[in-house]
């Protein structure tokens, strides 16, 4: 297999970029929504893009994920511009509303830059007047008139997606505040993605979705379906669970094989993901120019990953499957009498795996006060007598509400 890209080293563009002098190696960048200007010329460089669905619509194969400090980090979007990373997203809740604030400085003080930007954020109301409210607030504070991809944040189940929000994004989008609507998801997404793929008004969901789950049934029954049904697909949480870990044997051979190719596990695990064309873009927190450029060299390489690497990407989630929730919250709730099992373990991920307390906590906190209760006596035998994986959830569940209450 070639271990050059298009006539770029991976080791010598690491290189570069670590000068900060990447922004020149990059030309012309396809809009999003737009065709390539008449006579651009071809780049090999040029960041991959990828059709959003059916919707019409092209975006960087690469989005930059906006939960981090975007007002002291300006640099950050600057780089991400010049490196071609064009769709960016945001919630309305990120950061106490820094994020979107963050953004509005940047665009107000570079308002060209707009134009070529597929700009997403979230809704964490569900009611048309609660959605208005927020979206009034979220164009306000990024600067712009409207919003291309409005998601309603973190659905979990199909109930909460109405024909009230259908008639709400209609008006919308006919007012020319939102260009496309859809919903995110960490939980329950198989049954999400299917059920979103029957009811005609999605037009993109961002949903977990990594080497650890991406090669099950249900999971590729629920993209076939949102592929036919024209909905655009963003992934997150590709690194599924966190960094390989280097105390046993086995970590150690896998992250040697990788890096013995010219690329890290985690620059593997978004290639393993790339792979599936289905995937418009995956969404990856860079909240500094290191990530960055290492997530944007593994976009930029041509090298796929041979058979045998993702047959080890296989061996390696089946013997660490035991540490990983996926997101299948309808069975621990069901047997819990409701407790939010799945988001605490989401937040403690966010404290363990992303080494980010910070944001666990703020996402601890936006659990509801009532659920969160019950998360003080649930049934922790119960939830793990169904847990597929045979997570010890009990002392995860009480390490998150020790750690983050």
């Known amino acids: 297999m070639n271990e050059r890209t298009s006539g770029l080293d991976r080791r010598d563009f690491l290189k570069i ?3 900060a002098g990447a922004g020149a190696l990059f030309g012309a960048r396809q809009v999003a929504g737009a065709e390539p200007a008449p006579g651009t010329p071809a780049s090999t460089t040029q960041m991959p893009t990828r059709p959003f669905g059916k919707t019409g619509f092209t975006v960087s194969c690469l989005a930059m994920g906006g939960m981090f400090d975007i007002p002291g980090n300006q640099l950050v979007l600057r780089k991400a511009l010049d490196w071609g990373v064009t769709y960016w997203d945001t919630a309305d809740c990120y950061e106490g509303g820094r994020s979107e604030a963050g953004i509005g400085k940047f665009l107000g003080s570079n308002p060209d830059a707009r134009k070529r930007i597929f700009l997403v954020t979230k809704s964490d109301s569900r009611d048309p007047q609660g959605m208005t409210e927020l979206l009034t607030r979220s164009l306000d504070r990024m600067k712009t008139d409207s919003i291309d991809l409005y998601f309603i944040h973190g659905v979990g189940r199909m109930d909460e997606l109405t024909d009230d929000q259908k008639a709400w994004a209609e008006r ?29 008004w999605i037009d993109g969901i ?5 080497y650890r789950n991406m090669h099950s049934d249900a999971m590729k029954k629920a993209v076939d379906a949102c592929e036919k049904a024209g909905i655009g697909l963003t992934a997150m949480k590709t690194q599924g669970g966190g960094p390989i870990k280097t105390d046993s044997e086995k970590e150690r051979e896998l992250a040697g094989r990788f890096i013995h190719r010219g690329f890290t596990p985690e620059q593997a695990k978004l290639k393993a993901v790339w792979e599936n064309e289905q995937i ?22 041509r090298t796929r990953l041979a058979a045998n690497e993702f047959q080890a990407l296989d061996q390696y989630a089946a013997a660490t499957c035991d540490g990983y929730c996926a997101g299948c919250a309808n069975l621990c709730e069901a047997a819990t009498g409701g407790a939010p099992v799945s988001d605490a373990l989401r937040c403690l991920m966010y404290h363990h795996h992303y080494n980010n307390p910070e944001q666990a906590r703020t996402e601890f906190a936006r659990i509801p006060a009532s659920a969160r209760e019950r998360l003080l006596a649930f049934d922790g035998a119960a939830a793990e007598r169904v847990c597929p994986r045979h997570l010890p959830i009990a002392r995860l569940v009480r390490e998150a509400t020790e750690l983050l209450a």
């Open 17 to 19: 970029v670590a000068t």
């Open 172 to 200: 919308m989008k006919k007012e020319g505040k939102i260009r496309l609507f859809g919903f995110s998801t960490h939980k329950n997404m198989e049954t999400l993605l299917d059920g979103a793929a029957k009811l005609g």
């Open 206 to 210: 961002m949903f977990a979705y990594n």
């Open 280 to 301: 418009a873009s995956i969404c990856s927190q860079m909240p500094n120019l290191g990530i960055m450029s290492a997530n944007v060299a593994a976009a930029l390489d």
